[in-house]
């Protein structure tokens, strides 16, 4: 036996969580998070809640970047994890086929018939790795077309189709693909014409500023790809399983059919990272063309059985819960909710978004004292006003949400699927009293200067 006690070793060390971090890891984040007051010290978390060590609750509405669809520390997810490490299986031999995989495969297409087989990886970027891969190979073209404000992780390969030049910064050269505007298919069929195109890689809701695909443009796009000989690849790492409403957010318009889909994030049910690419029969045969490349494409990692145990738990709870309708129904009230108060706050500019996906954006002003405020916050850096919305529902009322990307005014909402009628009406409360602080030049425009004279010193 060995003396390790994990217990032991959290008791005695838990405290120096943000001195570890900063002296052996990114120590960006805890310079970042000690600026904007973020530096919690959070104990423990159920559902759709953290709890401090006082006992207070937060109410997370970012689910940790999409992770925690079914909520966190679910007892069904927790008992399947329990469940397969007691059974103590012969995993990753890497030469059987062990049951797991197959079944989470098999309930997996259950969800999109039009598609025929899965490849299991460890993450979202590898995820779309492997479909950029798969595309290359099936179509034997080189270019994959992507578009503006898209994210689609942080490999070389996911890096080359990110739509954000601030993740792209610092590490060319990537691979030689180009972006077209979301909706605009006289872009797309440009590109196409140049018949060197692989795919289309798209979110049906850009998590980036949470804008949807405009109405028809997955159906089209995918008719004006399929024309030129090109595939259509939907990621679906943060819109898939039921998180829009639908269980795949392609899903929402009809006739649609991708060639390749990506999904990660929630399978994993917030404990074993996982990532599935979904994919069409012929796409597969052509990358596994001979038993001679029976490995060309395999990650040491992928088809777990941890990984694969909470994936099938995962899954199971969205059904018995029906929490894909949950994101339906609750998306629909919280938007609702919000949009309401556009009218009555001029620095509220637009609520959007598709089930509980939501995107809050804010604008310019009319009246000039808050105009002028508005002004100087821009000129220090566009995204401010947005963090000093953020910061108080944290601070004031233990709400957790995120800006939604670089320099944007924009907050996303994307809570657990859990969620219910009492999380909508605790977050519209603090929402309105941060609006109405904004509005009345309250404490919150102190920390706004604070965050200016932090971007001025930045630059």
């Known amino acids: 036996m060995t003396g390790f006690d994990l217990t032991k070793l959290l008791a005695e060390r838990g405290g120096e969580r943000y001195e570890l971090h900063m002296r052996h890891l990114n120590h960006q984040l805890p310079r970042m998070l000690r600026t904007i007051g973020f530096d919690k010290v959070y104990e423990r978390a159920e559902g759709a809640y953290f709890y401090d060590a006082e006992g207070n ?3 997370d509405m970012l689910a940790g970047f999409g992770v925690m669809g079914v909520g966190r520390h679910h007892p069904v997810v927790r008992e399947a994890l ?6 103590q299986l012969a995993d990753l031999t890497r030469f059987d086929c062990q049951p797991l995989p197959g079944l989470l495969a098999e309930k997996l297409l259950s969800y999109a018939p039009e598609l025929d087989r899965v490849f299991f990886g460890n993450s979202g970027t590898e995820a779309v790795e492997t479909a950029l891969k798969f595309a290359r190979c099936a179509t ?4 994959v077309l992507y578009c503006a404000h898209a994210f689609h992780g942080l490999t070389a390969g996911s890096l080359s189709v990110n739509g954000e030049d601030g993740f792209r910064d610092g590490f060319a050269p990537l691979l030689p693909d180009t972006s077209v505007p979301l909706g605009d298919l ?5 590109q196409l014409r140049k018949k060197d195109v692989a795919a289309l890689v798209v979110e049906p809701v850009q998590g980036k500023g949470v804008h949807a695909a405009p109405p028809g443009y997955l159906r ?13 690849i939907v990621d679906e790492v943060q819109t898939g399983l039921g998180r829009t409403g639908d269980f795949f957010a392609y899903q929402h318009e009809k006739d649609v059919e991708p060639d390749l889909v990506c999904v990660a994030k929630s399978l994993s049910g917030g404990y074993v990272p996982v990532g599935a690419t979904l994919g069409k029969e012929w796409i597969f045969k052509r990358v596994y063309s001979s038993m001679d490349r029976v490995l060309v494409h395999s990650a040491s990692f992928g088809a777990n059985a941890q990984a694969m145990a909470a994936g099938l738990a995962t899954l199971a709870v969205m059904d018995d819960e029906r929490l894909t309708e949950n994101a339906r129904r609750t998306g629909d009230l919280l938007r609702t909710r919000l949009a309401a108060l556009v009218d009555t706050y001029e620095l509220l500019h637009e609520v959007r978004g598709r089930g509980l996906m939501i995107g809050i954006e804010f604008g310019r002003p009319r009246s000039l004292k808050l105009r002028s405020r508005w002004t100087m916050l821009q000129a220090a850096r566009k995204g401010l ?3 000093m919305v953020v910061v108080p529902l944290l601070q004031k009322h233990r709400i957790l949400t995120q800006v939604s990307g670089d320099h944007l005014e924009v907050i996303k909402l994307i809570p657990p699927l859990v969620i219910g009628e009492a999380e909508v ?3 519209v409360s603090a929402f309105t009293q941060v609006m109405e602080d904004a509005h009345n030049g309250g404490l919150m425009w102190d920390f706004g200067r604070t965050l200016v004279r932090q971007a001025v010193a930045n630059r």
């Open 425 to 427: 009406d605790r977050f």
């Open 220 to 232: 089209t796009a995918r008719e004006l790809l399929h024309r030129y000989g090109a595939l259509l």
């Open 186 to 190: 006289e872009a797309l069929e440009r």
């Open 82 to 87: 329990h469940d397969v490490l007691d059974a």
């Open 140 to 143: 034997g073209r080189p270019r």
């Open 385 to 387: 006003f947005a963090q």
């Open 57 to 59: 609750d937060y109410l």
